[in-house]
């Protein structure tokens, strides 16, 4: 009883230095929807960062945390995975899911260069990270890279008719 009043009443202030088990721990003890009641803007960046990053133990809980996400939430936890998989493709691919959350999870998600408004040259050089990471994976990334060459493609395209445009 006093370690669930503790997992209520303590904000998670803590958890920059909190790990991806302890994460998992508040989750299970506390439920999703707590944790996203007492998630902070700081304690969400810091999430996001673990995951973009490609440390597996953190991405291994995005479906987890997909589970209870909405919004921003959910938007931010797509464009972490895409960032990731420069990183750490095996475990990206791992969590991908077009049937459960595929808005978060799917690979017309998180395969397709997700970002907000991004700047040309980000985008250039993030398919060139990321399509040499996938290839890393071999035939476990074939979709995934499918999807983003396909992006690429259009991308390619609307940067064309830009320039002819002018």
């Given at each position: 009883m006093k370690a669930l009043l503790l997992l209520i009443v303590l904000p998670m202030t803590a958890l920059?230095?909190?790990?991806a088990s302890d994460l998992n721990s508040?989750?299970?003890h506390g439920g999703i929807t707590q944790f996203y009641s007492t998630v902070s803007d700081?304690?969400?960046?810091?999430?996001i960062s673990a995951i973009e990053s490609?440390?597996?133990e953190w991405i291994g809980l995005v479906p987890q945390l997909a589970s209870g996400a909405d919004?921003?939430?959910g938007e931010s936890l797509g464009i972490a995975l895409a960032s990731a998989i420069q990183n750490n493709p095996d475990a990206v691919?791992?969590?991908?899911?077009d049937k459960k959350y595929p808005q978060m999870l799917g690979i017309e998600r998180v395969c397709?260069?997700?970002?907000i408004e991004p700047e040309n040259d980000f985008i250039i050089q993030y398919y060139q990270k990321a399509a040499a990471a996938l290839k890393t994976s071999g035939s476990k990334g074939t979709k995934c890279l499918s999807a983003l060459n396909q992006e690429m493609q259009v991308f390619t395209l609307a940067i064309q008719e830009s320039k002819e445009t002018k």
């Open positions: 920059a230095s909190m790990t508040r989750i299970e700081d304690d969400w960046d810091t999430i490609g440390k597996g919004g921003m939430y691919l791992d969590v991908l899911n397709t260069m997700p970002f």
